[in-house]
């Protein structure tokens, strides 16, 4: 594992620490709670955590997008819907109108007849339509004459039903104008904004986190581990030293005591010394008096020669 381009290697026993076993078999077979919640890998749970929570958004994301995709399959069926209904309304219409114009052929009418001219009237009128003075008054003509002909009320009805088709045509037209625009403008923001590629996006920000939280993480067991090693390390010299100085202190004692003996005899030798030259002084004494006694002796021999010289 690197840190910073620094290698920091995990010891054995922080790895067999994680997973409780030093590197050993465990002889033990039963599993208990506490057991788990002693070597429970903080790491792991890291790991896990981090592929749970990006996996749940790319999900989220995924099941989000489906639910476009799904809406834009409703949409879809629903364009083939309207076109088939403005096909039907297409034939519808296409029916009323050749019904129209077949009726008014037989009934020996043109388009320009003045019993087709008052059918345009007829018909703005079912349209609802603003008509004009003229035709107002055209109307109230048609009226007082006993109202429409019998070409015309039958004309009228397939008119009101082409009517019905028309308007079934223009609506499906708009609402697949409407369907289609709402499908483009989903695709152009699915584009811009591609919920898979921003949640996988999140989800590669998510385990790139964990990583270097998991890499702090080993850096600071490793640390840790490192400073423990270095305690006992410490305490270990510590010990060492006290002990050597403990030696050294008996070794120094030890010293001191032999210098102490050897003071001792140093100190007796130069007392035997002393002691030896006194009886060689006293020798030398009593020689040196031993000789003046002779010497005295003589004298006195001497003198008393001479008194004997001289009394004779």
């Not at 792991?44 to 989000?64: H, I, N, S």
């Not at 708009?174 to 369907?179: A, L």
């Not at 584009?191 to 920000?205: G, N």
Request: aromatic share 4%.
């Amino acid at each position: 594992m690197k840190v910073q381009n620094k290698a920091i290697f995990m010891g054995e026993n922080i790895q067999s620490e994680r997973h409780g076993t030093n590197g050993k078999k465990s002889g033990r077979s039963n599993v208990f709670a506490g057991d788990l919640n002693k070597t429970f890998d903080p790491i792991a749970r890291k790991k896990q955590q981090a592929r749970e929570k990006a996996m749940k958004v790319v999900t989220d994301a995924w099941a989000g997008d489906r639910k476009i995709d799904e809406s834009l399959e409703e949409r879809r069926n629903k364009i083939r819907e309207l076109e088939n209904t403005m096909k039907e309304s297409a034939a519808g219409l296409k029916w009323a109108n050749e019904e129209r114009a077949a009726l008014r052929e037989a009934h020996g009418l043109t388009e320009d007849s003045q019993e087709e001219q008052d059918l345009r009237l007829l018909e703005k009128q079912v349209d609802r339509m603003v008509l004009t003075k003229e035709e107002q008054e055209r109307l109230a003509e048609i009226q007082k004459a006993g109202g429409p002909t019998e070409y015309q009320q039958h004309s009228l009805e397939l008119y009101k039903t082409a009517s019905t088709y028309k308007e079934a045509f223009e609506k499906a037209k708009r609402e697949i104008h409407q369907e289609s625009d709402a499908i483009k403008s989903t695709k152009q923001e699915r584009l811009k904004h591609d919920p898979m590629v921003k949640a996988t996006r999140s989800a590669d920000e998510i385990m790139d986190a964990a990583r270097k939280e998991i890499v702090g993480m080993l850096y600071e067991e490793a640390k840790d581990h490192i400073d423990e090693e270095m305690e006992e390390k410490k305490e270990a010299a510590d010990k060492k030293a006290e002990k050597e100085e403990e030696e050294e202190e008996k070794i120094e004692k030890r010293k001191d005591e032999k210098e102490k003996k050897e003071e001792f005899i140093e100190e007796i030798s130069d007392k035997m010394t002393t002691i030896l030259d006194a009886d060689n002084i006293m020798d030398d004494v009593q020689k040196e008096i031993k000789k003046i006694m002779d010497e005295m002796k003589l004298l006195d021999e001497d003198m008393k020669g001479a008194a004997v010289d001289t009394a004779g």
